[in-house]
């Protein structure tokens, strides 16, 4: 059993209320973070930079991210993607 977050903080340090940082992260032991989600996309704006740099944060941390591409919900159910 490995231990992982469904998200990340896209900067190391600072007062960022109800976000994560890879570095609280690594300290609890996390290995994996999923990053890129497609409702964080929409709902809060995330770029493909944001997600570069918090990839680059889990790196830093030795986690391995797990980077999120592809569809939204919609796109899938009208199959507009494959």
């Not at 896209?10 to 409702?39: D, F, K, M, N, W």
């Not at 986690?63 to 494959?82: H, M």
């Amino acid at each position: 059993i490995s231990l992982g977050a469904q998200n990340c903080c896209e900067y190391e340090r600072g007062p960022y209320t109800g976000e994560v940082s890879a570095e609280s992260l690594a300290e609890i032991g996390a290995q994996y973070c999923i990053i890129g989600h497609s409702e964080r996309r929409i709902f809060y704006g995330e770029t493909t930079e944001s997600i570069i740099k918090k990839a680059l944060l889990l790196f830093n941390e030795k986690i391995t991210p797990i980077i999120c591409i592809g569809e939204t919900q919609d796109e899938f159910e009208r199959k507009e993607t494959y």
